[in-house]
T-cell receptor, first 114, second 113 residues
Framework: KAGVTQTPRYLIKTRGQQVTLSCSPI?????VSWYQQTPGQGLQFLFE???????NKGNFPGRFSGRQFSNSRSEMNVSTLELGDSALYLC?????????????FGEGSRLTVL | GNSVTQMEGPVTLSEEAFLTINCTYT??????LFWYVQYPGEGLQLLLK?????DKGSNKGFEATYRKETTSFHLEKGSVQVSDSAVYFC????????????FGQGTELSVKP
């Protein structure tokens, strides 16, 4: 079956702009989580959505937001981009909430802020 | 707070050498523990997991045992291959935290022929 699909794979923005990233989970998966990966901070949890509701949120400023649609696809948005937002943004999906099940990760969207 | 600490890399080994990557954690309650691997240019793949104390996770020749008394989950492989070259991440998930994983900083492994 198809894996987690993230678009776009690469993008370049300038400071002050905003960006929207998309994630399509594995069919049947209802939970989508987002992570930011940088060389300095490593992998950090942004937020998780389950059945269109935000379940968990990490310690990121309000410029980072997300949403989930009824088909479980998710988007995350970063407004007023800063240089430090340059990162690989990873999306992961899992079947249900609160389980010990596996998270399946996409290949990521690499954002460069100039 | 909850955290994961891994040994720093990069780790460079010769093919067929023994691998150990140390991982210790701090957590409230009884977390599930995971090892993920990231190959160049790719996302993360689950390598193995353990959900309770003394569980041993294993996959592709890699093993890790959930040690509650030492709060550790060290990754081992008896004989590494060049194809094992990647970045390895140890992670924990607290009960009922769904998609929220807390990751270590990652350990880069390079295996030379």
């Amino acid at each position: 079956k198809a894996g987690v699909t993230q678009t776009p794979r690469y993008l370049i923005k300038t400071r002050g702009q905003q960006v929207t990233l998309s994630c399509s989970p594995i069919s049947g998966h209802r939970s989508v989580s987002w992570y930011q990966q940088t060389p300095g901070q490593g992998l950090q949890f942004l937020f998780e959505y389950f059945s269109e509701t935000q379940r968990n949120k990490g310690n990121f400023p309000g410029r980072f937001s997300g949403r989930q649609f009824s088909n479980s696809r998710s988007e995350m948005n970063v407004s007023t981009l800063e240089l430090g937002d340059s990162a690989l943004y990873l999306c992961a999906s899992t079947r249900t909430e609160g389980t010990t099940g596996e998270l399946f990760f996409g290949e990521g969207s690499r954002l460069t802020v100039l | 707070g909850n955290s994961v600490t891994q040994m720093e890399g990069p780790v460079t080994l010769s093919e067929e050498a023994f691998l150990t990557i140390n991982c210790t954690y701090t957590a409230t309650g009884y977390p599930s523990l995971f090892w993920y691997v990231q190959y160049p240019g790719e996302g993360l793949q689950l390598l193995l997991k353990a959900t309770k104390a003394d569980d041993k996770g294993s996959n592709k020749g890699f093993e890790a045992t959930y040690r509650k008394e030492t709060t550790s989950f060290h990754l081992e492989k008896g004989s590494v291959q060049v194809s094992d070259s990647a970045v390895y991440f140890c992670a924990l998930r607290l009960n009922n935290q769904g998609g929220k994983l807390i990751f270590g900083q990652g350990t880069e492994l390079s295996v030379k022929p």
